[in-house]
């Protein structure tokens, strides 16, 4: 076969062949309901030859477990349906199971969940001692996993719901096991308590001083603080 044989092939299989068949009644019905919700005769046609291909392509083994659960429910929708709803069932338990074992490890191993950007910036830190504090500090994603969490653009989140932010997720990776947050509106006390050492109160200490000085948050503010061997006191004031 020369190239432009070859090319005259490939160019007629993707050409649109107009076919005419007779359906029943109550097939007609089922191509005008979805006619009038937009749908071309031909679009309906080959997604319902793309459903049945995959249909026809399960295994024999699949296709006579589906046949038995249809002796028993019926039809094929309803074992689909039962199906799905199990597959969900089953994934929101596996979802359920690892966040037991998160809070487990937590509580009993005494484990942090740390982000992958401050876990890499502590081990290139340990390879510059002189900058093992300063540079995860100032390398952090806290705004990131703030609006994660808050799911509103950074313009549009106040001081009050970042401290409450703040808060929630700490505690929940195991950081501090209770932050206090006094005051307002525009001024509040934080009081991080831990279980670690005063190294571990400067770190978060830069870390909240540099979150907080961040030209991408909607207001501006000064932060003082105070690290402590297990205390880490920020006083945070909106300017």
């Given at each position: ?55 026809k392509?399960?295994?024999?083994d699949i ?17 689909l ?31 942090m ?30 705004l ?21 932010a ?11 096991y ?18 670690q ?34 205390t ?8």
């Amino acid at each position: 076969m020369s190239d432009n044989e070859e090319k005259t092939g490939n160019s007629a299989s993707q050409e649109q062949i107009p076919i005419y068949v007779k359906v029943s009644v109550k097939t007609r019905d089922i191509i005008d309901h979805y006619k009038k919700e937009g749908k071309t005769i031909s679009y309906i046609i080959e997604e319902a030859i793309k459903r049945y291909a995959s249909f026809k392509s399960l295994s024999p083994d699949i296709v006579a477990m589906l046949n038995k659960h249809i002796e028993t429910y019926g039809n094929e929708r309803t074992v689909l349906e039962k199906a799905i709803k199990l597959l969900d069932a089953e994934e929101d338990l596996r979802n359920s199971e690892d966040i037991d074992l998160w809070c487990k490890a937590r509580d009993e191993l005494k484990m942090m969940l740390i982000g992958k950007t401050t876990f890499s910036q502590m081990l290139e830190a340990a390879e510059a001692p002189e900058q093992s504090l300063d540079k995860p500090m100032k390398k952090n994603i806290a705004l990131d996993v703030i609006l994660w969490y808050v799911k509103k653009p950074l313009n549009q989140v106040d001081l009050e719901e970042i401290l409450a932010a703040i808060r929630r997720i700490w505690i929940m990776a195991n950081y501090f096991y209770s932050i206090d947050v006094e005051g307002g509106p525009n001024e509040f006390h934080l009081i991080f308590k831990h279980h670690q050492n005063r190294r571990y109160s400067n770190y978060w200490l830069g870390y909240f001083k540099e979150m907080f000085r961040s030209q991408d948050l909607s207001f501006k503010c000064d932060v003082e603080g105070q690290a402590l061997d297990e205390t880490l006191s920020l006083t945070i004031r909106k300017t």
